[in-house]
């Protein structure tokens, strides 16, 4: 079965400083991932993927994702973080095999706080 | 994402009541999704469409219904509405060329049954 786990409610860094955001994943066969985020009243907003290739995935706003396949694990991170990306960050997984149905499993969300 | 609308944003109503939510798209992708959102347990799926002629139930459909009117539009209907129904749902969409292509989402509604 396709599980994601986010092990951290929330992550609380100081502006300027570095973030990360866990993930792990559970997944048989080849795993694809997916970072969301959600901005208060907003709707989930799509920031990066890893499908195959490079371990390290850049996406939006000055994102990137680490993916480890021997730690399961898909890591956000920013190398300086803004008051402004505190939102509510989404791990997902795409289920795997020939299926052409791409059902995503969504973890449970971590709440970032940027503090100034 | 404002290519995809959800219409109302926010609801009241009553125990037993039947609701109906609304989602359009102007992306012109096949693809179309109901999910809820409770705190602390992420998304969970409702219903999924791949086109006018498909649709499927997803995780949490018990006591859900739902309508692929168009290609753009797929609404999603409470027939008798229960508190714990309350959430936030999402509608998003997805493009059918590539099973890896992201899914874009709407604003969300917010509901409240009391």
């Known amino acids: 079965a396709q599980s994601v786990a986010q092990p951290e409610d929330q992550v609380n860094v100081a502006e300027g400083n570095p973030l990360t955001v866990k993930c792990t994943y559970s997944?048989?066969?080849?795993?694809?991932l997916f970072w969301y985020v959600q901005y208060p009243n907003r709707g989930l907003q799509f920031l990066l993927k890893?499908?195959?290739?490079?371990?390290l995935v850049k996406g939006s706003y000055g994102f990137e994702a680490e993916f480890n396949k021997s730690q399961t694990s898909f890591h956000l991170k920013k190398p300086s973080a803004l008051v402004s990306d505190s939102a509510l960050y989404f791990c997902?997984?795409?289920?795997?095999?020939?299926?052409?149905?791409?059902?995503?499993?969504f973890g449970s969300g971590t709440k970032l706080n940027v503090k100034p | 994402d404002a290519d995809v609308t959800q219409t109302p944003r926010n609801r009241i109503t009553k125990t037993g009541k039947r609701i109906m939510l609304e989602c359009s798209q102007t992306?012109?992708?096949?693809?179309m999704y109901w999910y809820r959102q409770d705190p602390g347990l992420g998304l969970q799926l409702i219903y999924y469409?791949?086109?006018?002629?498909?649709?499927n139930k997803g995780e949490i459909s018990d006591g859900y219904s739902v309508s692929r009117q168009a290609q753009a539009k797929f609404s999603l209907s409470l027939e008798s509405a229960i508190p714990n129904q309350t959430a936030l749902y999402f509608c998003?969409?997805?493009?059918?060329?590539?099973?890896?292509?992201?899914?874009?989402f709407g604003p969300g509604t917010r509901l409240t049954v009391l």
């Open positions: 469409s791949f086109d006018v002629k498909d649709i």
């Open positions: 992306k012109g992708h096949d693809r």
């Open positions: 997902a997984v795409r289920g795997p095999g020939s299926s052409n149905f791409n059902k995503f499993y």
């Open positions: 997944v048989s066969g080849n795993p694809y």
């Open positions: 890893y499908i195959t290739g490079d371990n």
């Open positions: 998003a969409t997805s493009d059918r060329t590539g099973s890896y292509n992201e899914q874009f």
